[in-house]
C-alpha cells in the first residue's frame, strides 16, 4: 500500500499538458488549457481537454475523464498502484515497495504476471549477450558488425536468446515464474509435459509499448538455415497486439512531437541506426502491413508521415494500401526513396547524419505525386492501362477526408496526367456518392425491419429536485471552497470576512440539510471533515480520492469545454467572472437550495393535511405551514422571484 503522503506528492508532482498527457497525445494550447484528439476514441475535431490548472482531462466526444493517475490507468490499463509507480519513476520519487518474491509472484494477476515475466526474460536475454561466452561469440559480434556502439545496444536492451532447447524457460520456472504464464507471453511453447523455448539462437529486439513496457519480442537467426524463418515474432497475446504496436514509439514519441514528424521504416536495425545517427523521430511496422490502429498510433503525436523506403519498386506498391489508410485519416504522407541497393540503415551507417537529414529533406515528395508519376511511366504508350491509372490515382484522393484538399490534389494530378481537371473531378464525385450510398445502405442493414417507430416519453419535469442546486454548491465549494468574500455586519466598524467553505458548510449544517445525490453529500462530507481540523481538501486530492466514485464526480463537475478567451481583457474589455460576485453566488445557490427543501415540506404537510382527521394534529401542521410558508416567501424575496397565488 503507497502512503497517502506519496500519492499525493505524485499527483502534484506530475505535470499533466506536458509531461503525462503530452507523451502519449498532441497537445496544442487554447486559453488556459489544452486540446487535442482523444486517445479513447475515433475523432477528427478535438474534444479532448486537459486542464493544467485543475489537473485533469475531459474528453467532451466520449465522456472520458480523470487525473494523471487515471489517464496512465485508462491509457496502459494499469491498475492505481502501478500507475503511481509509473508516475513515481518517471518523477524520481521514492515510495516505499514491498519486494516481489516468488510467493508474491503467484499472488499476482495474469496480465501483471506477463509483464514482469517479460521484463525478467529480457533482462536474462541482456545478460545472455554480455556475459555468455555464447551471446559474445555470436550475438555481441552482430551487433557490432552492425555498427551498433554499446550505449545503443543498452538504450534498445538488445539482447541474445541462447540456441538450447529450454534455456531461459527453465530459469524462468526455478525463479518462481509460472508455466502458464511462459506459455500465455509466447515465449515458452508446451510440448508433451515439457516447455521450451521459442527463440532459440537469436539475436533479440524487445518491443516496448508507449510507457517502455516490453509487451513482446523480435528475434532474428544468424544462420544460414532456409527453413527457419529470418525473423519471428512473439505471438499475439493480452498484453501483446502486433496491428497496434510500433516498434520504437517509446524511444520516438518526444522527437516526433518535437519534429511534428514521423518517419515510418520497416525494420528493426532501420529505427536502431537512425537512432544512433541521431534521427530519433522514426518508428517501424515490423515487416507487417501497416494498419489502422499503428496510424491512429502515429496521429497521436503528429499529422505527417515520411515514409523512407529502399528503392524496389514492388515494396512500395505494396505499400499503397497502407498509404490509403493513413489518407483516410486526414494525414499528410510524404514518401523518400533511397538509391538502388540501399535501406534507412546501411544508407545511414554509409553517410554523416547531416548528409541522411539532407537527403531525406531534399528526395520527400508528396505521396500522390509520387504515385502518379511512377504509374505514369509504367503505362507510357498504353491508352487502356492509363485509363486504369486515373481510376486508381481518383480514388486514392477519394480517401482524403478534407473537400479543400482533395480539389487541391484534382488539380495538381491533373497537371501531371495532362487530363481535365473535370474529367478527375467528375471521377472523384462518383466515387465520392458511391462511398456515400454503401455507407448509407450499411446503416440501413444495421436497422431491424421488425423495429417499428415509438413516439419518444415526455420527459416530466419536477419542480423539487434539488439535483442543480446541490450541483452548483459542490462546484463552489471545488472551486472556490479556499476563496473569502467580505460582508458588513451590524455591530461592527470593519467588514467580517467569511471562507466559502465554512461558510456553506456552516450554515448547511446549521438547517441539518443534507443531499439527495449520495456522490455530492461524499464530497460534503469531505469538506466537512477537514474543516474540523482547520484544513480546506484541495482539488488534486479530491481528483484522485481513493474512492472512485468521488474522484469522477468531482472531475465531472469542475470540467469545462471553454473558458473564457484573454482577447477580452487584450482589448480592455473586463467581463465579470463569477469570482468577481462570490459573496451573491453562494448566498443565492444556498437560498436556493433551502427553497427546494421548503418547497417539498410544504407539499408533504399539504397532502397530510387531505388525509389527517385528528384536529390537534391539523393544528400542529397548519402551524408549521405557516411558519414554513413566511420563510419561503422570505427566501424568494431574496432571490427576487414572485410567488404567484
Same mark, same amino acid.
Not at 503507497?2 to 502519449?24: L, N, P
Not at 510467493?103 to 554480455?130: H, P, S, T, W
Not at 411558519?627 to 427576487?640: R, S, W
Given at each position: 500500500?503507497?502512503?497517502?503522503?506519496?500519492?499525493?506528492?505524485?499527483?502534484?508532482?506530475?505535470?499533466?499538458e506536458e509531461e503525462v498527457v503530452g507523451d502519449f497525445v498532441s497537445l496544442k494550447r487554447r486559453g488556459v488549457n489544452y486540446v487535442g484528439l482523444c486517445p479513447f476514441h475515433n475523432e477528427k475535431t478535438p474534444s479532448f481537454v486537459v486542464s493544467?490548472?485543475?489537473?485533469?482531462?475531459?474528453?467532451?466526444?466520449?465522456?472520458?475523464?480523470?487525473?494523471?493517475?487515471?489517464?496512465?490507468?485508462?491509457?496502459?490499463?494499469?491498475?492505481?498502484?502501478?500507475?503511481?509507480?509509473?508516475?513515481?519513476?518517471?518523477?524520481?520519487?521514492?515510495?516505499?515497495?514491498? #519486494?516481489?518474491?516468488?510467493?508474491?509472484?503467484?499472488?499476482?494477476?495474469?496480465?501483471?504476471?506477463?509483464?514482469?515475466?517479460?521484463?525478467?526474460?529480457?533482462?536474462?536475454?541482456?545478460?545472455?549477450?554480455?556475459?555468455?561466452? #555464447?551471446?559474445?561469440?555470436?550475438?555481441?559480434?552482430?551487433?557490432?558488425?552492425?555498427?551498433?556502439?554499446?550505449?545503443?545496444?543498452?538504450?534498445?536492451?538488445?539482447? %541474445?536468446?541462447?540456441?538450447?532447447?529450454?534455456?531461459?524457460?527453465?530459469?524462468?520456472?526455478?525463479?518462481?515464474?509460472?508455466?502458464? *504464464?511462459?506459455?500465455?507471453?509466447?515465449?515458452?511453447?508446451?510440448?508433451?509435459?515439457?516447455?521450451?523455448?521459442?527463440?532459440?539462437?537469436?539475436?533479440?529486439?524487445?518491443?516496448?509499448?508507449?510507457?517502455?513496457?516490453?509487451?513482446?519480442?523480435?528475434?532474428?537467426?544468424?544462420?544460414?538455415?532456409?527453413?527457419?524463418?529470418?525473423?519471428?515474432?512473439?505471438?499475439?497475446?493480452?498484453?501483446?497486439?502486433?496491428?497496434?504496436?510500433?516498434?520504437?514509439?517509446?524511444?520516438?514519441?518526444?522527437?516526433?512531437?518535437?519534429?511534428?514528424?514521423?518517419?515510418?521504416?520497416?525494420?528493426?536495425?532501420?529505427?536502431?541506426?537512425?537512432?544512433? @545517427?541521431?534521427?530519433?523521430?522514426?518508428?517501424?511496422?515490423?515487416?507487417?502491413?501497416?494498419?489502422?490502429?499503428?496510424?491512429?498510433?502515429?496521429?497521436?503525436?503528429?499529422?505527417? *508521415?515520411?515514409?523512407?523506403?529502399?528503392g524496389d519498386p514492388a515494396g512500395i506498391k505494396a505499400s499503397f494500401r497502407g498509404t490509403d489508410l493513413i489518407l483516410e485519416q486526414g494525414m499528410n504522407v510524404k514518401i523518400v526513396l533511397f538509391p538502388e541497393g540501399e535501406d534507412p540503415d546501411?544508407?545511414?551507417?554509409?553517410?554523416?547524419?547531416?548528409?541522411? #537529414?539532407?537527403?531525406?529533406?531534399?528526395?520527400?515528395?508528396?505521396?500522390?505525386?509520387?504515385?502518379?508519376?511512377?504509374?505514369?511511366?509504367?503505362?507510357?504508350?498504353? /491508352?487502356? @492501362?492509363?485509363?486504369?491509372?486515373?481510376?486508381?490515382?481518383?480514388?486514392?484522393? @477519394?480517401?482524403?477526408?478534407?473537400?479543400?484538399?482533395?480539389?487541391?490534389?484534382?488539380?495538381?494530378?491533373?497537371?501531371?496526367?495532362?487530363?481535365?481537371?473535370?474529367?478527375?473531378?467528375?471521377?472523384?464525385?462518383?466515387?465520392?456518392? $458511391?462511398?456515400?450510398?454503401?455507407?448509407?445502405?450499411?446503416?440501413?442493414?444495421?436497422?431491424?425491419?421488425?423495429?417499428? %417507430?415509438?413516439?419518444?416519453?415526455?420527459?416530466?419535469?419536477?419542480?423539487?429536485?434539488?439535483?442543480?442546486?446541490?450541483?452548483?454548491?459542490?462546484?463552489?465549494?471545488?472551486?472556490?471552497?479556499?476563496?473569502?468574500?467580505?460582508?458588513?455586519?451590524?455591530?461592527?466598524?470593519?467588514?467580517?470576512?467569511?471562507?466559502?467553505?465554512?461558510?456553506?458548510?456552516?450554515?448547511?449544517?446549521?438547517?441539518?440539510? #443534507?443531499?439527495?445525490?449520495?456522490?455530492?453529500?461524499?464530497?460534503?462530507?469531505?469538506?466537512?471533515?477537514?474543516?474540523?481540523?482547520?484544513?480546506?481538501?484541495?482539488?488534486?486530492?479530491?481528483?484522485?480520492?481513493?474512492?472512485?466514485? *468521488?474522484?469522477?464526480?468531482?472531475?465531472?463537475?469542475?470540467?469545462?469545454?471553454?473558458?473564457?478567451?484573454?482577447?477580452?481583457?487584450?482589448?480592455?474589455?473586463?467581463?465579470?467572472?463569477?469570482?468577481? $460576485?462570490?459573496?451573491?453566488?453562494?448566498?443565492?445557490?444556498?437560498? @436556493?437550495?433551502?427553497?427546494?427543501?421548503?418547497?417539498?415540506?410544504?407539499?408533504?404537510?399539504?397532502?397530510?393535511?387531505k388525509e389527517e382527521s385528528d384536529f390537534e394534529e391539523i393544528q400542529i401542521l397548519l402551524d408549521e405551514y405557516k411558519n414554513l410558508k413566511d420563510v419561503h416567501k422570505q427566501i424568494n424575496e431574496a432571490l427576487e422571484r414572485q410567488i404567484l /397565488?
Amino acid at each position: 500500500m503507497i502512503k497517502r503522503d506519496d500519492i499525493q506528492k505524485i499527483i502534484e508532482t506530475a505535470r499533466i499538458e506536458e509531461e503525462v498527457v503530452g507523451d502519449f497525445v498532441s497537445l496544442k494550447r487554447r486559453g488556459v488549457n489544452y486540446v487535442g484528439l482523444c486517445p479513447f476514441h475515433n475523432e477528427k475535431t478535438p474534444s479532448f481537454v486537459v486542464s493544467p490548472a485543475k489537473g485533469i482531462y475531459k474528453c467532451f466526444g466520449c465522456g472520458k475523464a480523470g487525473n494523471a493517475v487515471n489517464f496512465v490507468m485508462e491509457h496502459e490499463h494499469y491498475s492505481y498502484p502501478e500507475a503511481l509507480k509509473y508516475l513515481a519513476k518517471k518523477y524520481s520519487i521514492e515510495i516505499e515497495e514491498e #519486494e516481489l518474491t516468488p510467493e508474491k509472484q503467484q499472488e499476482m494477476d495474469e496480465r501483471d504476471a506477463m509483464f514482469v515475466l517479460n521484463n525478467f526474460i529480457n533482462g536474462y536475454f541482456r545478460d545472455n549477450l554480455f556475459k555468455s561466452d #555464447e551471446g559474445k561469440a555470436v550475438g555481441l559480434t552482430y551487433f557490432k558488425e552492425r555498427g551498433f556502439l554499446e550505449s545503443t545496444i543498452e538504450k534498445f536492451q538488445l539482447g %541474445y536468446a541462447k540456441n538450447s532447447r529450454n534455456d531461459y524457460s527453465k530459469h524462468a520456472l526455478d525463479n518462481g515464474f509460472k508455466k502458464e *504464464i511462459l506459455i500465455k507471453t509466447g515465449l515458452g511453447i508446451e510440448k508433451g509435459d515439457e516447455i521450451i523455448d521459442r527463440f532459440r539462437g537469436r539475436v533479440m529486439f524487445p518491443i516496448h509499448n508507449l510507457t517502455g513496457k516490453v509487451i513482446g519480442f523480435g528475434g532474428r537467426i544468424l544462420g544460414n538455415d532456409k527453413s527457419t524463418a529470418k525473423y519471428l515474432n512473439s505471438p499475439q497475446s493480452e498484453i501483446y497486439d502486433k496491428s497496434k504496436t510500433l516498434y520504437g514509439i517509446y524511444f520516438a514519441k518526444s522527437a516526433i512531437l518535437k519534429s511534428d514528424n514521423c518517419y515510418l521504416v520497416e525494420g528493426y536495425t532501420d529505427v536502431i541506426s537512425m537512432h544512433q @545517427a541521431g534521427i530519433e523521430n522514426v518508428v517501424a511496422s515490423s515487416g507487417t502491413s501497416l494498419t489502422i490502429d499503428q496510424i491512429k498510433l502515429i496521429k497521436r503525436f503528429t499529422p505527417n *508521415i515520411t515514409m523512407l523506403y529502399d528503392g524496389d519498386p514492388a515494396g512500395i506498391k505494396a505499400s499503397f494500401r497502407g498509404t490509403d489508410l493513413i489518407l483516410e485519416q486526414g494525414m499528410n504522407v510524404k514518401i523518400v526513396l533511397f538509391p538502388e541497393g540501399e535501406d534507412p540503415d546501411s544508407f545511414v551507417r554509409n553517410h554523416r547524419t547531416s548528409e541522411v #537529414e539532407e537527403y531525406i529533406t531534399g528526395n520527400a515528395v508528396d505521396f500522390i505525386k509520387f504515385k502518379t508519376k511512377l504509374l505514369l511511366n509504367e503505362t507510357e504508350g498504353d /491508352p487502356a @492501362a492509363r485509363a486504369g491509372l486515373i481510376k486508381d490515382i481518383v480514388q486514392t484522393i @477519394a480517401h482524403i477526408p478534407d473537400q479543400i484538399v482533395r480539389t487541391v490534389y484534382i488539380q495538381e494530378c491533373s497537371a501531371i496526367m495532362d487530363v481535365p481537371e473535370q474529367t478527375l473531378m467528375n471521377e472523384l464525385n462518383k466515387l465520392i456518392r $458511391q462511398k456515400f450510398r454503401k455507407k448509407t445502405k450499411s446503416v440501413e442493414n444495421e436497422i431491424p425491419v421488425t423495429e417499428t %417507430y415509438k413516439q419518444p416519453q415526455n420527459i416530466e419535469f419536477d419542480p423539487l429536485d434539488t439535483t442543480y442546486q446541490e450541483k452548483e454548491l459542490i462546484r463552489l465549494l471545488l472551486l472556490y471552497g479556499d476563496k473569502f468574500f467580505d460582508e458588513k455586519v451590524e455591530g461592527k466598524k470593519e467588514p467580517v470576512s467569511y471562507n466559502i467553505a465554512k461558510y456553506v458548510v456552516d450554515d448547511l449544517v446549521e438547517d441539518e440539510i #443534507e443531499f439527495k445525490n449520495s456522490s455530492y453529500q461524499k464530497i460534503f462530507d469531505e469538506f466537512k471533515k477537514a474543516l474540523e481540523n482547520d484544513e480546506i481538501p484541495k482539488l488534486s486530492y479530491l481528483t484522485s480520492h481513493p474512492d472512485s466514485e *468521488i474522484s469522477e464526480t468531482v472531475i465531472e463537475i469542475v470540467s469545462f469545454p471553454y473558458d473564457l478567451s484573454d482577447n477580452w481583457e487584450k482589448n480592455k474589455i473586463y467581463v465579470k467572472t463569477e469570482e468577481d $460576485q462570490l459573496k451573491t453566488l453562494t448566498k443565492t445557490t444556498l437560498l @436556493a437550495l433551502k427553497e427546494k427543501y421548503l418547497s417539498k415540506r410544504l407539499k408533504e404537510i399539504e397532502l397530510k393535511l387531505k388525509e389527517e382527521s385528528d384536529f390537534e394534529e391539523i393544528q400542529i401542521l397548519l402551524d408549521e405551514y405557516k411558519n414554513l410558508k413566511d420563510v419561503h416567501k422570505q427566501i424568494n424575496e431574496a432571490l427576487e422571484r414572485q410567488i404567484l /397565488p
